[in-house]
């Protein structure tokens, strides 16, 4: 066994998954103003302290996604995050794909930066610590969309980066996330999720990536938040469920749903009905949030140090919940 398929095989421990804390500062800003918190360095590494540090996590979460500023910074301890990650048999992991970009003549359409200099990036990271990464690319759901060139330049990017993660000794996750912001029927996101992960794959095998070696992070098929319509997490369950038995081979290690904008508890909902159905799968059925995670701990912390301890309960109940739904419990 290769140590990017022990490590893949790692992350995807029955009852376990993946906590996405990696938000570029722009976007935790945002969620910073939410609470009405200052987004300085200092309030953000004492958030992601009031995550790393949360006591009898590591039953539940195996990987850790990191942001570049994240990984560089140590507790009040002086013990760099990563280590205290790392005591706790979490694997540390960091986000390397540089933001979004509108695509000129492409109804708003975007694709992602950070090809560049990724491989330097990586071997930088590497000796940081890190053992996987992840990169994340989004395609829009309407009449005209996603378009054929968004899908061809976001799925090639993402075949190279992965090959160039598996050079560099890292195991890529790989989310092509289909947006839920939108109008679109739930046949609509099962058809356009469809259409990017064939092309996903005809990719990667193009780059010849090593299947054994990485983990897929993609959406949940799933109706347009426009609609104001909930569909029933069975039928969200069958439609996902159906879209990746058709398309995602079975040497892939495993796969770590996004939460997408998705409330905790319809992600965890979600999760549940998928592993009910899934039991026959070739692949763990996994999670890799950000928001459906922290989104109740970071309401309570609200940058208050008196409230870090009931923060970090609300994080391990969450997180507990998320992971038994991960194991049909």
Not at 59 to 73: A, K, L, N
Not at 181 to 187: D, L, R, V
Request: charged share 25%; glycine share 8%.
């Amino acid at each position: 066994m290769t140590d990017l398929f022990r490590i893949a095989k790692k992350l995807v421990t029955k009852g376990k998954g993946i906590l996405a804390s990696d938000e570029s500062t722009a976007t935790i800003t945002k969620r910073f103003s939410e609470i009405g918190v200052e987004s300085n360095e200092e309030n953000r590494r004492k958030y992601r302290q009031l995550l790393y540090t949360t006591k009898g996590i590591e039953q539940f979460i195996s990987g850790v996604i990191m942001y570049d500023e994240t990984i560089r910074q140590k507790a009040d301890t002086g013990k760099r995050f990563i280590t205290i990650l790392e005591e706790k048999g979490i694997i540390p992991g960091i986000k390397v794909d540089e933001g979004l970009k509108v695509l000129p003549e492409h109804d708003g359409e975007k694709y992602t930066l950070g090809l560049d200099n990724l491989p330097e990036r990586l071997k930088e990271y590497v000796k940081l610590g890190a053992k996987f990464a992840k990169w994340r690319a989004v395609f829009s759901v309407g009449d005209k969309t996603p378009s054929d060139a968004v899908v061809d330049i976001n799925t090639s990017d993402l075949a190279l980066y992965a090959l160039f993660c598996q050079q560099a000794g890292l195991v890529p996750i790989i989310e092509p996330e289909v947006l839920i912001e939108g109008n679109h029927t739930i046949n609509q996101s099962a058809i356009a999720t469809t259409r990017v992960l064939k092309k996903l794959f005809e990719k990667l095998a193009m780059y010849n990536v090593d299947l054994k070696g990485i983990l897929l992070k993609p959406n949940w098929v799933h109706a347009g938040l426009g609609l104001n319509i909930e569909p029933a997490d069975i039928e969200i369950a069958k439609a996902t469920l159906s879209v990746l038995k058709h398309t995602v081979p079975d040497e892939v290690s495993g796969i770590v749903f996004l939460s997408g904008g998705d409330t905790p508890e319809n992600s965890t909902n979600h999760l549940s009905a998928i592993n009910d159905l899934g039991e026959d799968a070739p692949w763990e059925l996994s999670f890799s949030f950000g928001r459906a995670l922290q989104n109740e701990a970071l309401k309570i912390w609200a940058g208050k140090d008196e409230n870090i301890k009931l923060a970090q309960n609300a994080l391990y109940k969450r997180v507990q919940k998320v992971a038994n739904a991960s194991e049909n419990q």
